[in-house]
């Protein structure tokens, strides 16, 4: 028994870690087994990625797959923080704080991304 | 009334090992992500300052490391469908069991990419 005084709240924050979640085991196991247990793909290296972002699509793709990710990660962190801060003041910080923190990972990612595009 | 590490992590059954180890996972890939990030990132000082973290990052220390992050990531995943399995309203009653067999396939895919990467540990 959980005794508590949190106020119900953030399903959409709950909805999104499920669909994220579903999203990642597909994409993030595709991305896991394609740049480690595919042969020809063994030698991680400039022109091999280059080869590989011939194609926008695939920038969207792994932007994609890098703000599922980025999302599911800080929100997940934002669980854990919510179990032991009850505080209505301090879990805005916390929020505010980790949406920032993942926003910065996400556009310079996205940035460091585009220098594979040739 | 505070909630404090006490009343959060209250159970000792095997439903609450599976509640730690999804919390401790996440936290690990919480973590390695941005570091991930960060690694690939190099790209962005030219091909060859890439080339050289990639190579760097081929040592069998690393590759073992990332043994570590495969397992890492099968427990979570799996473990995180069985969440996403007991939110859509299926299957609670059979948590223990659900737990053991997704579990038991994580095991499996670990052996067999473990297995594959072997040699590049072995070098």
């Known amino acids: 028994m959980i005794p508590t005084t949190v106020q119900p709240q953030g399903v959409w924050a709950w909805i999104w870690q499920r669909i994220t979640a579903v999203l990642l085991v597909v994409f993030l196991g595709t991305h896991m087994v394609v740049l480690h247990y595919v042969p020809e793909n063994l030698n991680i290296n400039f022109l091999g990625v280059t080869a590989r972002f011939k194609s926008v699509l695939y920038l969207i793709v792994d932007s994609g797959l890098l703000a599922t990710g980025l999302y599911h990660a800080f929100n997940g962190v934002r669980n854990i923080l919510f179990d032991f801060v009850v505080e209505e003041g301090k879990r805005r910080a916390i929020t505010l704080t980790l949406f920032l923190i993942g926003l910065a990972f996400l556009l310079w990612g996205v940035y460091a991304l585009t220098f594979f595009i040739q | ?123």
């Not at chain 2, 570091?35 to 973290?53: E, M, P, Q, R």
């Not at chain 2, 190579?55 to 995180?80: D, R, T």
């Not at chain 2, 609670?92 to 737990?99: G, L």
């Open chain 2, 1 to 123: 009334m505070r909630l404090t590490k006490h009343n959060v992590y209250p159970g000792r059954g095997l439903g609450m090992w599976a509640f730690w180890l999804h919390r401790l996972t996440g936290l690990a890939l919480a973590i390695y992500l941005p570091i991930h990030i960060l690694v690939i990132s190099t790209v962005v000082g030219g091909a060859s300052t890439f080339n050289d973290a990639m190579k760097f990052l081929k040592a069998p220390l690393f590759v073992l490391f990332e043994m570590g992050l495969l397992a890492v990531v099968l427990i979570h995943g799996l473990n995180g469908l069985r969440i996403v399995l007991f939110d859509l309203g299926y299957g609670v009653k059979h948590q223990k069991v659900i737990f053991v067999v997704l579990m038991f396939i994580a095991l499996v895919l670990f052996v067999i990419g473990f297995a594959i990467a072997l040699p590049h540990i072995l070098v």
